[in-house]
């Protein structure tokens, strides 16, 4: 008995999988067909793609371990049956799962670098990519900075992909979660930079006493109660604890600006994301002369301060 027929308007996931696997042939076939499921599906987009045709090239591409600029003369070339069905599985699981593209690969690009990533860590998405990728010209234009603190680093991507792009500094990974370091170790090793890159296991800056940084990078939780609440079923996959920071998001924040300066060389520079969390924190401290950076790519509510400004206001931060 033939298999029934999908209606152009429905989802064909209703099919078996050997049937789906039979009809997508070639690249071409199996780019459409996940865009198209996806696009009916109603995915939400947040970590590292845009739209459905950006998610269906991601997850195809990353299913074939193909970089994104792979000729586009392979997107004809015919596809073994175990390489369709893997993209039909991911496909299906993307769907019905909620779980981000990443964690399915369990691969995510940061700053032009791929990083392991899991269930333990965020997935790498913050606009503080384009500063490293930049060096942090802005702030350090004669020399690079000589030591540099990744705080919350979850994945290790932040402190990780500065190493690579600034290759004199020494970095140190902060996290408080053994798990996420774990995954930072994972990427250490993965991009042999062991010998000026350390994990440590710190409650914001109280593992790390003693020790002062030229640059300080933080990308803590910063989702304020109400944002929590609303998120999608995709957010929902990551670390809660790497997401809420208390009402207004800004729990971690404080701690941040109140502790900071004394880890800090005089020079230093402190940079901060928390996203839409910025009303709250121009709010609160509503006399600090924030300096709210503004990103190519797009991306809101990242700060820096010196650690002058620091010293000035550490009135407002006590």
């Known amino acids: 008995m033939a298999e029934p027929s999908a209606s152009p308007s429905a989802s064909t996931l209703t099919l078996a999988d050997e049937t789906l696997v039979e009809g997508l042939v070639t690249l071409r076939d199996c780019l459409r067909w996940t865009a198209s499921e996806f696009q009916l599906a109603g995915l939400h987009y947040g970590h590292g793609t845009a739209s459905a045709w950006d998610e269906a090239v991601a997850l195809t591409l990353g299913a074939l371990h193909l970089p994104w600029d792979v ?19 991911l496909v ?6 909620r779980r981000p593209l990443p964690y399915l690969l369990g691969e995510a690009f940061f700053a032009g670098v791929p990083f392991d990533v899991d269930e333990r860590v965020l997935i790498p998405r913050s606009p503080i990519a384009e500063l490293i990728e930049h060096g942090f010209g802005a702030w350090f234009p004669q020399e690079p900075p000589a030591r540099v603190l990744d705080l919350c680093t979850g994945s290790g991507c932040i402190g990780i992909a500065t190493a690579l792009h600034l290759p004199t500094c020494e970095v140190d990974l902060a996290d408080i979660s053994p798990e996420a370091l774990s995954v ?12 000026r890159v350390r994990a440590v296991e710190s409650d914001v800056f109280d593992g790390l006493v003693g020790h002062r940084y030229d640059l300080i990078v933080a990308n803590p ?11 999608p079923a995709e957010f929902r ?29 005089d020079h230093g520079v402190l940079i901060v994301e928390v996203g839409n969390s910025d009303r709250h924190l121009e709010a609160a401290f509503p006399e600090v002369p924030f300096l709210w950076l503004e990103f190519e790519r797009g991306g809101q509510g990242v700060f820096a301060l010196t650690a002058a400004e620091l010293d000035a206001h550490a009135a407002s931060f006590s």
């Open 92 to 97: 299906r699981e993307r769907i019905t799962s």
């Open 184 to 195: 930072a170790r994972q990427n250490i090793t993965r991009h042999d930079v062991g010998e």
């Open 221 to 231: 939780p910063y989702v304020d109660a109400r944002d929590l609440a609303t998120m």
């Open 71 to 89: 000729d586009p003369g392979v997107l004809d070339a015919r596809l073994l049956p175990m390489e369709r069905a893997r993209i039909v599985g």
């Open 237 to 265: 996959h990551e670390p809660g604890l790497a997401l809420g920071a208390g009402a207004d998001g800004l729990d971690i924040v404080r701690r941040i600006l109140r502790e900071a300066r004394h880890h800090l060389t």
